[in-house]
Nanobody
Framework: QVRLVESGGGLVQAGGSLRLSCAAS????????MGWFRQVPGKEREFVAV????????SYGPSVKGRFTISKDNAKNTVYLQMNSLKPEDTAVYYC??????????????????WGQGTQVTVSS
């Protein structure tokens, strides 16, 4: 059974940084695009970032572009989301996902094959 496990969430002040990690198991990791979405209560899941299966393309949501960086380490079966210059509006549960042979273009949540359980990020003002 495929598992995606997020970590690295927590409480940080505005302007600070966090790095989220998502470790994958029982997955041919190098064949999967990996991405991040986020969600706050009462709102739809929002696209944050994605990296293609080959690692040569990344895409970001407009609200995080220039502040967040996604990367993947095939040797560790892990995808990272470096989040800098955090704002209170970045507060959400962050979910990791995987898409087989994804090309790194943003897609709808239903287009992804696997999801993690999420990690809470809270940014205080």
């Amino acid at each position: 059974q495929v598992r995606l496990v997020e970590s690295g969430g927590g409480l940080v002040q505005a302007g600070g940084s966090l790095r989220l990690s998502c470790a994958a198991s029982r997955l041919s990791f190098s064949s999967y695009a990996m991405g991040w979405f986020r969600q706050v209560p009462g709102k739809e899941r929002e696209f944050v970032a994605v990296i293609s299966w080959s690692g040569d393309r990344t895409s970001y949501g407009p609200s995080v572009k220039g502040r967040f960086t996604i990367s993947k380490d095939n040797a560790k079966n892990t995808v990272y989301l470096q989040m800098n210059s955090l704002k209170p509006e970045d507060t959400a549960v962050y979910y990791c996902n995987a898409e087989h042979l994804g090309t790194g273009w943003p897609k709808l949540p239903r287009d992804y094959d696997y999801w993690g359980q999420g990690t809470q990020v809270t940014v205080s003002s």
